[in-house]
């Protein structure tokens, strides 16, 4: 397993522990910075680097989670002038995204344990897997499916 897949293993527990008994731990919290103009080659670069490890993340965290808890979802938006896609789980969910404009990138993030104030983007790559932490710990009541009739 990778140090990611543990830390989620760490997290949510064995399959077979009901939500109630997730570990609880302090609740993690994404490193961001005040979002920055920069050019509209880094930008794109940025995102599309900071989706494509989303992606590797997501994939690891529900190999974790396993067949028996809801899963992260992962849906990608291609407007005119944004790219972005969107992390969720259960009931949270947090948007990244770039807008571009007149020459120049300017990222943003987005979620449901965001506080507003100046708009914020992720600080790098490095602050992903925080990221999907805080949104594991953000639905906790959504950690287990449903059982299904059999």
Known sequence: MTPFMTRVAELVGTPHQHHGELAQGPTTV?????????????????????RSLAEQYVCEANAVLGSEREHLGLVDET???ELAFTVTFGDAGARCSTTFADGRAVGRLVGTFDEGGDERELDGPDALPDLLVRLLETAPTQATRTAQPS
């Open 79 to 81: 407007l005119p002038n």
């Open 30 to 50: 994404p490193r961001t910075r005040i979002s920055e103009r920069v050019a509209t080659g880094t930008g794109a670069d940025r995102h599309v680097a900071l």
